[in-house]
T-cell receptor, first 114, second 114 residues
């Protein structure tokens, strides 16, 4: 089915472990984003990508790494997870070129770091 | 600094009553404005967006919003709320030169009484 999918939907890990959250979209959208959602903060941008092999930091990038070797995939890696990274992570994509447009969101990945 | 403020963290309305959710923004450029809705355990879905032109915009599910530049506001309204409208609502702002990056408010949780 067309759309944007995230995996895993739920993940429990321990402090210090590496975790990778996957994001896949079937629209061939150029732009992809990772947000985290925390109570009282709304959604905050972690990283974004304008195209394959082009990524840039958002508002809260520390502790995260991204890559984008293919247009359709945008994985987010926590190299050494900390409790403060317990959150719900949303991947989004957009086809915009040169102007703001609609973001299409995945269903989220709920990560708990013990 | 660029920011979006949703003053009401939680609102409860009776089914059939009217609804207004407030959104104020602070943004240096001409803003593009969005309202998204999030049902429990789901991703975010676009309700409506304002880019330019008519300051009263219509969205899905019977929602509308009015852009008031002088008040830096983009309030969301619905004349008659349905129980299925219970969800969290996010206001977001972006601009043509921001590559699709949106700044989100903290969200307003809407409860609907029978």
């Amino acid at each position: 089915d067309a759309g944007i999918t995230q995996s895993p939907r739920y993940k429990i890990t321990e402090t210090g472990r590496q975790v990778t959250l996957m994001c896949h979209q079937t629209w061939s959208h150029s732009y992809m984003f990772w947000y985290r959602q925390d109570l009282g903060h709304g959604l905050r941008l972690i990283y974004y990508s304008a195209a394959a092999d082009i990524t840039d930091k958002g508002e809260v990038p520390d502790g995260y790494v991204v890559s984008r070797s293919k247009t359709e995939n945008f994985p987010l890696t926590l190299e050494s997870a900390t409790r403060s990274q317990t959150s719900v992570y949303f991947c989004a994509s957009s086809s915009l070129v040169g102007e703001a447009g609609e973001l299409f969101f995945g269903e989220g990945s709920r990560l708990t770091v013990l | 600094a660029q920011s979006v403020t949703q003053p009401d963290i939680h609102i409860t309305v009776s089914e059939g009553a009217s609804l207004e959710l407030r959104c104020n923004y602070s943004y240096g450029a001409t803003p593009y404005l969005f309202w998204y809705v999030q049902s429990p355990g789901q991703g975010l879905q676009l309700l409506l967006k304002y880019f330019s032109g008519d300051t009263l915009v219509q969205g899905i599910k019977g929602f509308e919003a009015e852009f008031k530049r002088s008040q830096s506001s983009f309030n969301l309204r619905k004349p008659s709320v349905h129980w299925s409208d219970a969800a969290e609502y996010f206001c977001a702002v972006g601009a043509w030169n921001q590559g699709g990056k949106l700044i989100f408010g903290q969200g307003t949780e809407l409860s609907v009484k029978p």
